[in-house]
């Protein structure tokens, strides 16, 4: 009886890491989704305002 009870423990626990596992991975696309959109609309916004003078091309360093 132990060794049944002791196995099907070790089945939930890969059971939990399989869709831990999972979770991760979705969530590392959407945030590589996310982060790749929100790059093209900064670039385009930075082209708008290139285009009008309101901006230069040049990227400017962090004032600390």
């Given amino acids: ?3 049944k009870k002791s196995n099907k423990r070790g089945q939930s626990l890969v059971e939990y890491g399989l869709v831990l596992a999972l979770i991760a991975i979705v969530a590392i696309l959407v945030v590589k989704a996310v982060g790749t959109q ?10 708008q305002m290139t285009s009008q003078g309101i901006a230069s ?3 400017t360093a962090a004032s600390s």
């Avoid at 929100?38 to 082209?47: A, L």
């Fill in 38 to 47: 929100t790059t093209s609309t900064f670039d385009n916004v930075q082209s």
């Fill in 1 to 3: 009886m132990n060794i």
């Fill in 57 to 59: 091309t040049a990227p």
